[in-house]
């Protein structure tokens, strides 16, 4: 991880992402990158009215905007960034949708990770709403996000919620490097949906699920997305105790090992559980945009927005691009 990139309406509400910088400049030795979007109708809309001479936007207006916005940015990142060294650029741009300019800018970055605060100041729609939503979507890159700022010595239990699907466990490798660095313990949680009547308050059954079966042919799942995807030099081993195993990644004439622990769940709808799960005992949770079966309820359309605003801890979402 060597390049970060932090959106920031600079409000102190954004202060969480913007306080945790310095965590990750230590951890990962990287350089982290400033963002603010100058949302034009509100910038300029209440202006226009007392201008009242033509103007040209690009030579009167736009520059001077941008100059006094990246001003602004410095001096926010003077109050919230200690390390100066790592700070690199600070990218100030004015468009109508902000969360076109943040993708195009982490496209264009080749950014490693994005920091943003699950809580924005007067526009609280572009941190938390449909515009955070469509970053997590559409984002080629890993993007956190976070309503606190992160301590290193906080992050002792990572939660991966995944189902049996090549995508959900392609969050996996960035968990294992999160857990290597924090020393964190490292859990794959995995809800198996119960249908049932559709009634209110009716209990799922549960019969007919064998919750070792489930683990076994987890881990067997696992061994095999690994054994097919073999770029990621990573291969399972098998712990004496039910449910607790070792994940194992070869790096040149190295190797490095994560315990893990498997948990299996019951729920009707499989967010939810995951959600209750995850707040009471995750530090930090890393998952997949792209699943199948229930866990695809949760990471895919209007829900995600849900899992986010109910989601208490820092998350972490990937959009795999997985050649299989």
Known sequence: MKRILIPTDLSEKTNAAL??????????????????????????????????????????????????????????????????????????????????????????????LVIMSARGG???????????????????????????????????????????????????????????????????????????????????TTMGIDEKAVYGGFKGRLKSFFSNFDEYDFEVKDGEKLYHDTLIHKNDSNEESVEFKTVIMKSIAAHHEIVDYCNENADLVIMSTHGRTGLSRMLLGSTTEQVIQHLEKPQITIKPDLKD
């Open 19 to 112: 306080a945790s910088a310095d965590l990750f400049i230590e951890m990962f030795d990287c350089t982290v990158d400033l963002m603010h979007v100058i949302p034009l109708s509100k910038y300029l809309g209440d202006s226009f009215d007392k201008i009242g001479v033509p103007l040209n936007m690009n030579q009167d207006i736009y520059p001077k905007l941008i100059e006094s916005q990246r001003k602004e940015l410095s001096t926010f990142a003077n109050e919230h960034i200690k390390d100066k060294e790592r700070r690199g650029e600070y990218i100030v741009t004015i468009d109508r949708k902000p969360s076109d300019s943040i993708l195009n800018q982490i496209k264009k970055g080749k950014y490693d």
């Open 122 to 204: 007067h526009y609280a729609d572009f941190f938390h709403g449909s515009a955070t939503d469509k970053i997590i979507r559409r984002s080629e890159t890993p993007v956190l996000t976070l309503s606190e700022t992160m301590f290193v010595e906080k992050i002792n239990t990572i939660v991966v919620p995944c189902d049996f699907s090549n995508n959900s466990l392609a969050a996996i490798p960035l968990a294992f490097d999160m857990a290597n660095k924090f020393g964190a313990k490292l859990e794959f949680l995995n809800v198996i949906e119960m249908y049932t009547h559709d009634i209110h308050g009716v209990e799922p």
